[in-house]
């Protein structure tokens, strides 16, 4: 049996699929820690950060004196703007757009005074840290998936909408409380994050390159590895 693959039965982690095609680097992982973003704050106890990368595992195209000193374009990120699918088949039960996307940040010299607004940033609520999101009641599980930081304007879906596991729902971006363009996903047991208790879940057919390692590795399924990078697979029959 996969290592972390959830057992079946009430009270399972939902087993979705990865929200994106190519390969992202697993960021945040419920893996490595609970809470994964050592907050149970607005529905996230089991949350994971996803950042695009390209084939040499690199998150950004380019580099420069911004990348040492200062702010840089969300377009040079590779996340940016990539097609965020629905990661099981539900309908839709919340959308937030008009939310703006930031300048991106590497720098310690703007990391620092960014990280010191998170508290007044989670005073103002739920859009101001997830940014522009769609939330998804799934089908085949009694919970609810939410995915955040999308770019504005790029969201595809309406509330009451029925989607299907692997269609596109917006674009990766940079909005709300985000320091380079990625995705988040987090599952719930309500469709208010800010009032929601956070869920476990798990991926279904993924390849995974651990951390540090050469090799890569098919899950049937679990959670990536903090500093993963991984790549969804055909689900095979998964449930989704």
């Not at 004196?65 to 040079?76: K, S």
């Not at 099981?88 to 010299?109: F, K």
């Not at 595809?156 to 029925?162: K, L, R």
């Not at 320091?179 to 057919?205: E, I, K, N, Y």
């Amino acid at each position: 049996m996969d290592e972390g693959k959830p057992p079946g039965g009430p009270g399972a982690p939902a087993l979705l699929l990865l929200p994106f095609e190519g390969r992202w680097l697993a960021r945040n992982s419920p893996a490595r820690r609970v809470p994964s973003h050592g907050t149970d704050l607005l529905g996230g106890r089991y949350a994971i950060d996803f950042i695009g990368v390209d084939p040499r595992h690199r998150t950004a195209y380019s580099s420069d004196w911004r990348t040492l000193a200062g702010t840089e374009p969300p377009d040079r990120f590779v996340a940016w703007g990539q097609p965020v699918l629905a990661p099981g088949c539900g309908v839709v039960v919340g959308v937030h757009d008009g939310e703006p996307d930031h300048a991106a940040r590497r720098s310690q010299l703007t990391l620092l005074p960014y990280a010191l607004g998170q508290p007044a940033r989670l005073r103002e609520g739920v859009a101001a840290v997830a940014g522009n999101h769609v939330v998804i009641r799934l089908r085949h599980t009694p919970a609810f998936v939410a995915l955040a930081h999308l770019r504005a304007g790029s969201i595809d879906v309406a509330p009451g909408e029925e989607v299907t596991a692997g269609q596109r729902i917006a674009g990766c971006g940079n909005s709300g409380n985000s320091t380079q363009p990625h995705v988040h996903l987090q599952v719930m047991d309500g469709p208010d994050a800010s009032t929601a208790c956070g869920l476990p879940m798990a991926f279904a057919r993924f390849r995974e390159w651990p951390r540090r390692r050469g090799f890569s590795r098919v899950r049937d399924s679990g959670l990536p590895e903090e500093g993963a990078v991984v790549e969804a697979l055909p689900p095979d029959g998964a449930r989704n």
